[in-house]
Each structure stands twice: as C-alpha cells, then as structure tokens.
C-alpha cells in the first residue's frame, strides 16, 4: 500500500476528487495519509479533516531563505513517509531539492493541455483567460510528473475538453475541473499505485 501526501493551497476539488475515488475503491493500492497545505486558511484542510486524514501547514514565508523552505518541505514530505506526492492545487514552486529526493514520485494537475497555457505564471484562472484571449477552441487538463522544468515533466494524463460560446475564465474552469481534472487525476493517482507507469527519456507508458 503506498502513503499518498496531497500539498494544497486553496479550495481543495482536486482533493476532494481523489478522497471520493478512495471511498469508491479506484485507488486501491494507495492511502491518502496526509494533507499538508501552504494556507493555513486553505478549505482543502477542511475537506481532509472531514475525512479523518491528519493534515499539516508549511508555508513559504516563514522561511527567509528559499533553500531552507525547501530542504523542510522535503524533510516534512520524508517524516510522512510519502510513497507519492500530488500536487492538487498547490500554488508553491518547488524547490531542486525536494523534487530530486522525489523524482517521478511527484504528480501535478494542471488544468491545460500541456505544452499550452503553462510554465511559470500559468496558475489557476489565468491559464484560462489565456485560453480564452487566444481564441483556442480545445483546451483540458495534464496530470504528470514533476521535474525543474516549470510543468515541463514527464506526461501521464491528458483529457480534452472543448470551448464554447460565451465562456468566462470562471465557466471555464469549472468545466475542465468537472470534466478533466477531476477525472484524470485520480486515475493517475491508481496507475501510480499500481506500478503501472513507466518513465522513459523523459517520457510515459502506461501499463494497461
Ligand atoms: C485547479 O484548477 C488546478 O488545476 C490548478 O489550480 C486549481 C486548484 O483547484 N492548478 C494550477 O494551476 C497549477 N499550475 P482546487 O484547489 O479546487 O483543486
């Protein structure tokens, strides 16, 4: 069984959609053990307290040095004993550090279809106002692995999900969450804990 750590720092749909894949059995291998988020005031801390998983706070600015934070989220992630990593909303850039001590163990979501809308400042609502302002009529969202390249790792997941008439960044969100993110990151999350993702210069097979 692997230990499954979600870092989160807002409103936590990405979390509770993994937390509701635990309940139906789609991620039988894996546990979710842990939700450690970057706000304290993050509604995600709700979400897994709601559901009996112990939760924890680090937060970037009670660190001076961005290496000192770093080397304490890693030291933090380790004395949880993380198998796997996801970041389901997290809106903290990780440092070398942690994501050596966890390479290919650490799962993002993002919600475009990545290379579009991504890299630094492509977070949240902004990736789809982007989306919109260039006219795109497909956008979707991309569960893969991270690497130092900003949303540059490995893909695992990607679904698409079409643009319609009259869409705000918001409207936008909302339907790649419900028909993307939601959907692909759990199955990720499945596939991981079944040792059915394989990396391979810099990219993945998916063992069916
Ligand atoms: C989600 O849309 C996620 O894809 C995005 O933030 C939102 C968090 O929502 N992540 C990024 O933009 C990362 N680059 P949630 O807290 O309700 O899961």
């Known amino acids: 069984m692997k230990n499954i750590v ?7 749909t990405n979390l509770q959609a993994l937390i509701d894949a635990q309940h139906r059995g789609e991620i039988a291998a894996g546990k979710i053990t842990c939700v450690i988020s970057s706000n304290p005031n993050a509604y995600a801390l709700t979400r897994a307290k709601d559901n009996g998983i112990e939760t924890d706070v680090i937060r970037r600015r009670d660190f001076e040095a961005f290496d000192d934070y770093d080397a304490a989220l890693t030291a933090l992630l380790q004395s949880k004993n993380a198998d796997l990593v996801v970041l389901a909303g997290f809106m903290t850039i990780l ?8 390479e290919n163990r650490i799962i993002n979501i993002h919600p475009a279809l990545i290379p579009s809308f991504c890299g ?13 302002k260039k006219g795109v009529k497909v956008t979707g969202a991309t569960a893969h692995f991270v690497n130092e390249i900003c949303d540059g790792g490995p893909i695992i997941l990607q679904k698409a999900v079409d643009i319609q008439n009259g869409d705000t960044p918001e409207i936008l969100q909302k339907r790649v969450m419900e028909q993307a993110e939601w959907k692909i990151l759990p199955r990720a999350v499945a596939l991981f804990c079944e ?6 210069d810099g990219k993945t097979e998916i063992i069916e």
């Open 120 to 132: 630094e400042g492509y977070y949240g609502l902004r990736v789809h106002e982007e989306a919109l």
């Open 6 to 12: 979600v870092l989160v720092s807002g409103g936590g």
């Open 195 to 200: 040792d059915k993702i394989i990396v391979k």
């Open 95 to 102: 440092g070398k550090r942690v994501i050596r001590a966890f």
